[in-house]
């Protein structure tokens, strides 16, 4: 039997995990391996008689855990991005295990006590500010992790810490296997009336994969509301398709997410917070559950009032089918309408001018060179996690290798929904390490020799994703733990949709948006009409979003010991108490499937997006503003504060680009909401 892989670095390019040598069997003993080695790195700290020095502990500290986490972040896209039972299997095993070694480490006393003292005197340590800020980090998560408390409260919190892992970990696998068990099975070719031939196909193609041959089979993915429920003309079947949504994991996943809740509250008090939500804000740019609150209580009512002005423009069109009133299986089916009638919008019009190739390399990758001077080669030398995956290396303006760029484009079985960036190899000076960053998009696989069309929102997913790749790849600190996207999750989206801004700038959007037979640009005046139609949209999706974001808010606002009997009744009570209950928009994603907040990194941080899109609106004004050109605004946005990664405090990075703090004004006109 050959080594395991993950027991020394990778010897490829960047650092590249060797995906081609990666078997399902090596993950188990590098996990166990990668523990053990980190827990006696610790253990030297600790030993060391000397006392403590940033060298002896808070550097020896990053470098601890290597082997660990090279096989963690290989592991975790593996579960997320093409799993298997087996990974599945392994996932709900090592959850646990890998929180309650984040216990150990964070509640190891001997540990502690060097980083307490070195904290104690950092004024006197004459520290470069990376070195303080990294200081003051390290410090701050260990008292967040308990480190102050007392040996019992300690166990407790290390009960709570592994059952609430093995729950996230079920609570994920309820979800996908539900959805497999929900999918839309149509007997006849009829009911599918009003999908592309493309989509008939697909649907045909998930039949015969389910051995279920002759049916037609729409699967579920990710959001409440279902992409085919714009175009399917059968009522009914937009009915059942809902339905199917909304129930998702409705059975296993209500139970859990109450006990989950109950948890997070009890974890909060120990650690001296009100609430969970309270606890999570203090270290985020929010600060306090109050500035939340408050955001959200300024968004609802506009929001609330431009879908109600919606619902009425839908019901004009909706009575002419005898549609009585808009029920949610019917929002979007007539907003399609609407699109087609008022605005002239076709979305499937727009499609053959989105092709997948084009839109990559000369909108995505055009626009970074642009404003950044990057410039990108493919690498089908390298071997990426799944054939699906291609990689790309990245240089900088100077023809130096920046990092590599992973693209996993395609939907399959194996992958969860959704979009997502995230790391395999973390930026730091101190390691020797450039970035590997990845892109996980769920891009439906068109029909054999077919090119892959997209929609305007999937172009959108493209320049949103690679936003927070650039913001992996153009990291330039010396320590990983501050290193990339590590920043506050109410920050981290701001960077990624920035990049949003790319898409509809003309320069771009004329470099890419065409025709993929005839080479034709977009038609004149389509652009304008499609964002006409986008601000008519704006209210259902202000409400969709926020509704979800007020959700997770009402769970993670709980008190410790609040009963909850029922998680649905407790969802319609919350929307409500909220004045959200618009019957006909269903949230994003309810409580039972609602992955990020009970399977992911956004407990009581789902409010983050629109607390990025703050600084987002505010940044696309400043972006190329003032006289500034496009290649200097970028060059100003990477220096002070996509190379800056949490080397320094987020809003201060906000601050060094725009001059000054952030405003709501330009995010309100955006939204509609003035
Ligand atoms: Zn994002």
Same mark, same amino acid.
């Given at each position: #039997? =050959?080594?395991?892989?993950?027991?020394?670095? /990778? =010897?490829?390019?960047?650092?590249?995990?060797?995906?081609?040598e990666i078997r399902p069997e090596h993950y188990l003993p590098a996990f166990e391996r990668g523990m053990t080695e980190q827990l006696a790195e610790i253990a030297a700290i600790t030993a060391d008689p000397q006392p403590p020095t940033i060298e002896n502990t808070?550097?020896?500290? %990053?470098r601890s855990g290597r082997l660990l986490h090279r096989v963690r972040v290989v592991f975790e896209n593996q579960s997320a991005a093409c799993t298997t039972p087996?990974?599945?299997?392994l996932d709900a095993g090592i959850s646990p295990r890998l929180a309650a070694h984040r216990d150990a480490i964070h509640l190891d006393a001997a540990?502690?006590?060097?980083?307490?003292?070195?904290?104690?005197?950092?004024?006197?340590?004459?520290?470069?500010?990376?070195?303080l800020r990294l200081l003051e980090r390290r410090h701050t998560a260990f008292v967040r992790a308990g480190a102050r408390l007392g040996a019992d409260e300690q166990a407790r919190l290390r009960g709570i810490n592994a059952e609430l892992a093995a729950a996230a970990s079920e609570f994920r696998q309820n979800v996908s296997a539900d959805e497999k068990a929900r999918a839309l099975v149509l007997d006849s070719v009829e009911e599918l009336a009003g999908l592309s031939p493309d989509a008939v196909a697909a649907a045909a193609e998930n039949g015969r994969a389910l051995?279920?041959?002759?049916?037609?089979?729409? /699967?579920?993915?990710?959001?409440?509301?279902?992409?085919e429920l714009a175009s399917l003309t059968d009522r009914s079947v937009r009915e059942r398709l809902l339905a199917a949504s909304l129930g998702r994991a409705a059975a296993a996943n209500g139970p859990l997410a109450i006990r989950m809740a109950a948890l997070r509250a009890e974890r909060a008090r120990l650690l001296g917070h009100d609430t969970h939500a309270a606890q999570v804000v203090a270290d985020e740019t929010a600060g306090t559950v109050g500035a939340v609150d408050a955001l959200l209580a300024r968004l609802v009512p506009p929001a609330v009032a431009n879908a109600r002005r919606e619902a009425a423009e839908l019901a004009k069109v909706a009575a002419a089918d005898g549609v009585e009133e808009i029920a949610a299986h019917d929002w979007a089916y007539y907003s399609e309408?609407?699109?087609? =009638? /008022?605005?002239?919008?076709?979305?499937?019009?727009?499609?053959?001018?989105?092709?997948l190739e084009r839109v990559l390399r000369d909108g995505v990758f055009f626009a970074a060179n642009l404003a950044y001077g990057v410039t990108f080669t493919e690498r089908p030398d390298l071997v990426g996690y799944h054939p699906d995956t291609r990689v790309w290396e990245v240089f900088d303006a100077d023809g130096t290798g920046l990092g590599l760029f992973l693209g996993d484009f395609h939907a399959r079985a194996s992958k969860r929904g959704g979009?997502? #960036?995230?790391?395999?190899?973390?930026?730091?000076?101190?390691?020797?390490?450039?970035?590997?960053?990845?892109?996980?998009?769920?891009?439906?696989?068109?029909?054999?020799?077919e090119p892959v069309l997209l929609s305007w929102d999937e172009v959108r997913t493209l320049f949103h994703e690679f936003g927070h790749a650039l913001h992996g790849l153009f990291s330039d600190v010396r320590y990983p733990y501050v290193a990339g996207t590590d920043v506050p999750r109410d920050f981290v989206e701001f960077p990624s949709q920035v990049n949003e801004m790319w898409m509809v700038r003309p320069e771009v959007l004329a470099n890419y948006a065409k025709h993929h037979v005839t080479g034709e640009p977009l038609p004149a005046g389509l652009v304008g009409r499609m964002a006409a139609a986008e601000s008519f949209g704006q209210g259902f999706r202000t409400v969709e979003y926020l509704a979800a974001a007020l959700l997770d808010w009402a769970w993670h606002t709980l008190p410790e010991g609040r009963e909850v009997a029922d998680a649905q009744?407790? %969802?319609?009570?919350a929307l409500a108490a909220a004045g959200l209950s618009v019957a006909a928009i269903p949230p994003r994603y309810r409580t039972t499937y609602f992955g990020h907040i009970f399977a992911g990194g956004y407990s009581a941080g789902y409010y983050a997006y629109i607390w990025s899109e703050v600084l987002d609106a505010d940044t696309v004004e400043w972006f190329g503003g003032n006289g500034r050109g496009v290649r200097e605004s970028g060059e100003v946005f990477r220096r002070e504060l996509l190379a800056r990664g949490n080397s320094r405090d987020a809003l201060d990075s906000f601050r060094a680009v725009v001059g000054r703090d952030p405003e709501t004004a330009p995010l309100l006109a955006r939204r509609g909401l003035v």
């Open positions: #039997m =050959t080594e395991n892989p993950f027991f020394r670095p /990778s =010897t490829l390019a960047y650092e590249l995990p060797p995906f081609a808070l550097v020896a500290l %990053e087996e990974v599945d299997r540990l502690f006590a060097r980083i307490e003292e070195l904290h104690a005197r950092r004024a006197g340590l004459d520290l470069d500010p990376e070195t051995g279920r041959d002759g049916t037609y089979v729409l /699967s579920l993915k990710n959001f409440s509301n279902q992409t309408q609407v699109r087609q =009638t /008022s605005y002239q919008v076709d979305a499937a019009a727009l499609r053959p001018y989105f092709e979009a997502w #960036m995230d790391e395999l190899v973390t930026q730091s000076h101190l390691l020797g390490q450039r970035p590997v960053v990845y892109n996980n998009l769920n891009i439906a696989r068109p029909a054999a020799g009744e407790f %969802e319609a009570a």
